[in-house]
T-cell receptor, first 112, second 115 residues
Framework: EPEVTQTPSHQVTQMGQEVILRCVPI?????FYWYRQILGQKVEFLVS????????KSEIFDDQFSVERPDGSNFTLKIRSTKLEDSAMYFC??????????FGSGTQLSVL | AQSVTQLGSHVSVSEGALVLLRCNYS??????LFWYVQYPNQGLQLLLK??????LVKGINGFEAEFKKSETSFHLTKPSAHMSDAAEYFC?????????????FGTGTRLTIIP
């Protein structure tokens, strides 16, 4: 069983629509991250989250993006009004109490 | 600021041949360096990491990497390629080995193994 599960694996949406990407860690996870990879480009850091607040964010993570961990389990990334350039593979990562970093298998977001 | 550069977006080697994937880094502080592998439809998996304990780092699946400060390099090698090594490989750098520091990735190298 993977340490981090991401849902959905693929998401297709219309420009301007809201999307929520979900990440479900198993246990003992302290830090949470979102990264993304636009096709053919680098894997880029978006945001880190610790103790129920953002600890660092990149310039990519503008007001259209938000993260939360509403129920103490799921870690979500919301994009309020998607743009074409938001099309990418989004990876969740979590860092555990035994100092291991796990990545999910990603959500491929396609904005049409 | 930190960055890594991976030379060669695609590398092809014959089965049984040496694998060499190149990574050069830039860092204003002593770097922590990582190699990750991504198999199709899977997440990023840590192959190995350099945390200043030893310059030659051995990882999983027979891979190793050598930290060379004078060359600002952290190239990944494997003596004999196996078909199962076909995947995307990412070099990454961080300012810390602890979880509160983000990773900065390279653009990745897709490794193809020729039978």
């Amino acid at each position: 069983e993977p340490e981090v599960t991401q849902t959905p694996s693929h998401q297709v949406t219309q420009m301007g629509q809201e999307v929520i990407l979900r990440c479900v860690p198993i246990s003992n996870h302290l830090y949470f991250y979102w990264y993304r990879q636009i096709l053919g480009q680098k894997v880029e850091f978006l945001v880190s989250f610790y103790n129920n607040e953002i600890s660092e964010k990149s310039e990519i993570f503008d007001d259209q993006f938000s993260v939360e961990r509403p129920d103490g389990s799921n870690f979500t990334l919301k994009i309020r009004s998607t743009k074409l350039e938001d099309s990418a593979m989004y990876f969740c990562a979590t860092y555990t109490t035994n100092e291991k970093l796990f990545f999910g298998s990603g959500t491929q977001l396609s904005v049409l | 600021a930190q960055s890594v550069t991976q030379l060669g977006s695609h590398v092809s080697v014959s089965e049984g041949a040496l694998v060499l994937l190149r990574c050069n880094y830039s860092s204003s502080v002593p770097p922590y360096l990582f190699w990750y592998v991504q198999y199709p439809n899977q997440g990023l998996q840590l192959l190995l990491k350099y945390t200043s304990a030893a310059t030659l780092v051995k990882g999983i699946n027979g891979f190793e990497a050598e930290f060379k400060k004078s060359e600002t390099s952290f190239h990944l090698t494997k003596p004999s390629a196996h078909m199962s090594d076909a995947a995307e490989y990412f070099c990454a750098v961080s300012a810390s080995n602890f979880g509160n520091e983000k990773l900065t990735f390279g653009t990745g190298t897709r490794l193809t193994i020729i039978p």
